[in-house]
């Protein structure tokens, strides 16, 4: 359901500048005055378009502020596990050494991820129809594969040009796990060029017909309508390497149905991926109250925000941990 939030505008400021903080209320702003507390929450920039529309709807009807910022989930990390924030935003798990350290993270929905290409791609018409295996991408990011005719049969000569994210990004640290275990830093020497967040990736693919990219699906997708927006078009995935799509691997003409078929474990993680709120050692009342809300009225509001749901079980076993944690 959707009560008239929306996270386009979120997105539009996070293609400005993915490190710049993004907040519905800015410290020292005159909300704060009327206000008994803050709860301050920085981190990944793929979870918080939808982390700013819940702050939106709770502190609408409760004595609270929330201040949301982002600049990429290990300054989340680093905000949290310092004291400087309440609640990191994580765009991937959390790994051994945070977890040793104290953090302490709950997941909270699924985000997913897409390689990209142009509408007017020289092959457009065969990907779109046969899609590419993961090993086909793989060879493509890492140059193994430069030009579009090596991928199919047929008189096509024209050059691949790789782009990728020069930001700190979960999203692309996914992508290169995906890939086959490929580091951010190994993606960025591989690629032709490089650019600060989502929204620049997007516009360098929705410019370049010879481009390819990853990017989040809300940026693949029109927020309103859920249809595929731009010239920017994902690329499908097939999975059982048949050289041609399966009816089940149909499913990137919407955005309500690439998330069925996330949802239904027909698109893999990664690069689909569960998105956490951590904690230095416990969370606070307020911070706890607020992460209890998300993992249970706040998910009516998940899919209208173009984001997957975790399973009713995991968001059980999610609300165990935050329980011990608070």
Known sequence: MNRGYSRRSALAALGASSAVALSGCLAGSDSDAGSESTIRISGGVGPLPMVQVWADIYTDERDVDIDVSGGGTGVGVSDV???????????????????EQGLVATAMLIDTVVGTVNVDNPIFGELWENGLTQDELAAIFSKEITNWGELVDGDVDEPIFVYGRSDSSAAYQQWGEFLGGYTENELEDMADGNFDGDQQVAQAIN?????????????????????LEMNIRPVPLDRDESGTLSPEEEFYETRDEFLTAVEEDRYPSPPARDMYLAANGEFDEEAADFVKWVLTEGQQYVRDNGYAPISDEQLEEQREILAEAS
């Open 207 to 227: 410019n370049d017909s010879h481009g390819i990219s990853l990017n989040n699906i809300n940026y693949v997708y029109d927020f309103n309508t859920g249809d």
């Open 81 to 99: 596990m310092n004291d400087q924030v309440d609640i990191a935003m994580m765009g991937r798990d959390p790994d051994e050494e945070e977890i």
